[in-house]
């Protein structure tokens, strides 16, 4: 049996399209037990990235506009490249937060106008009155008072009623919102392996390190101001560096030419207990930049004018390079240090770094130095999984909907039609069950932001800019 999840991700300036299957090869292990462990496939991965001129940065209506026009093409392409129809899903999943409000709207409305075109449901809200919608089988269009499918896939059928609250249908198949910081923990674990690490998550806008305390992710420490990706990103502006294919690598190639000089630019170093700040960090290498020889020869500026940064040591001046090397090196040495003393609070042994700047292989050598001091592992992955990517959504919301008790406590898996007997429609292995579904035992809890389904559904689909990670109720984990 193979459950299949559709991811949409668009937080920031990148748009993914990710479609991911867990397959449970017989029924000893029910998809709705959070001890199940299937063999996970990415079935596409896609993504495509706003890109703002050198020197600037990305603003919402722009980068909105941008996943608005690419979203439907990535949709098309993920799902010819997965060779699926729409009926082979078992649940959309969307970002829903944190990130920039107007590229977050375009994505969950992208998510609520695929999941009614495919038959995908809502619950309909009690006492709620409906009337019963038609059934069209034309042309790929399905009849859902007027709203119009696509003509990608012709003769689905599709039967729907409408209530005031919102859509429900006979398939039985939610829509999800998935926490962002989530998607990356969760999809970073099954990639690497890593079983109970510290996490180091940071990115462009997130900087956290956490460790897994049921029912929730534990915060240990976080940024007091902007993230460590902001603060590279908007160093890379006041030198003008490229953003194609992203400012932080750019930097990160610049810091390989300085570590070569051997020059260094001294920067504040802001440890406040568990916690970073980098904001002064930024405005200390952003001044440092105006007095650099580089940048006041190219502006017209005599060498008796202002005195040129130079390096402490040598007193030779300092190069852009050397001033990315410093700065990385810097703010990278402060995450090392809150990490490790996560890792000493938690008992943990290894540590697993995911986000964009955490396929930084500078971090990754510091990380990894740190921890083998302890004797224990860092775990990371490249930029097809560090970066933002709809795989992470799609896996995320797949694990939520498989695994997220009902009132009674319970989970329950149903796959399309009354019975689950004989083959799936791959053919690919043989499935008997007496039940019109699969279940597993789950806990229930109002702790946090409830027991798993309070993201589900059409009512719930809003979108938020601030939503952290220790909210998210976890249901897929002992």
């Not at 003769?155 to 926490?179: H, M």
Request: hydrophobic share 35%; with cysteine; net charge neutral.
């Amino acid at each position: 049996m193979s459950l299949i999840s559709l991811g949409l991700e668009g937080s920031a300036n990148k748009l993914g399209v990710g479609i991911i299957a867990h397959d449970f090869p017989d029924w000893s292990q029910p998809p709705g037990n959070p001890r199940s462990q299937p063999r996970v496939r990415v079935l596409a991965n896609l993504r495509h990235t706003y890109v703002s001129p050198a020197g600037t940065g990305f603003l919402p209506k722009d980068t909105a506009l941008h996943h608005r026009r690419w979203v439907v093409r990535l949709v098309k392409r993920a799902m010819q490249q997965a060779g699926l129809a729409p009926s082979d899903l078992n649940c959309v999943a969307y970002t829903k937060g944190p990130g920039m409000g107007a590229p977050l709207q375009g994505v969950a409305l992208a998510a609520r106008t695929l999941a009614l075109m495919w038959d995908i449901p809502y619950e309909e809200s009690e006492g709620g009155h409906h009337a019963s919608g038609g059934t069209k089988q034309a042309n790929g269009y399905a009849d859902m008072n007027a709203i119009p499918s696509t003509n990608w896939w012709h003769g689905e059928q599709y039967q729907s009623t409408r209530s005031c609250a919102g859509w429900r249908s006979r398939a039985g198949k939610p829509l999800i919102g998935v926490n962002h910081c989530i998607g990356h923990i969760e999809m970073g674990r099954c990639i690497t392996g890593a079983r109970n690490p510290t996490i180091l998550y940071v990115s462009g806008g997130n900087t956290q390190v956490l460790a897994w305390s049921a029912p929730r992710y534990h915060v240990f420490g976080e940024t007091l101001d902007i993230a460590i990706g902001n603060c590279l990103d908007r160093f890379a502006r006041t030198l003008r560096i490229s953003n194609d294919p992203a400012p932080g690598y750019n930097i990160e190639l610049l810091a390989r030419e300085g570590a070569k000089s051997g020059r260094w630019a001294e920067l504040p170093y802001a440890v406040k207990g568990m916690d970073c700040s980098f904001s002064g960090i930024l405005a200390a290498v952003d001044a440092a930049a105006g007095t650099l020889a580089e940048n006041r020869w190219a502006n017209g500026i005599e060498d008796s004018e202002v005195d040129v940064l130079r390096d402490a040591a040598t007193n030779v001046p300092i190069t852009r390079a050397d001033l990315c090397f410093s700065l990385q090196e810097t703010v990278f040495a402060m995450l090392v240090e809150i990490t490790e003393r996560a890792m000493a609070h938690a008992g943990s042994d290894s540590v697993l770094v995911v986000g964009g700047v955490g396929c930084n292989e500078r971090l990754q050598e510091m990380m990894g130095q740190m921890a083998r001091s302890r004797g224990g592992d860092v775990f990371a992955t490249d930029e097809r999984f560090c970066i933002d990517n709809g795989i992470m959504i799609a896996h995320a919301g797949l694990l939520a909907w498989r695994t997220a008790p009902d009132e009674s406590g319970q989970t329950e898996v149903t796959l399309r039609g009354s019975k689950i007997t004989g083959k799936e429609s791959n053919g690919a292995s043989q499935l008997k069950d007496s039940s019109d579904g699969v279940k597993g035992s789950a806990s229930k809890s109002m702790f946090g932001r409830g027991h798993g389904r309070e993201d589900w559904g059409l009512q719930n689909s809003q979108c938020t800019q601030r939503f952290r990670t220790d909210e998210v109720f976890v249901t897929w984990r002992d």
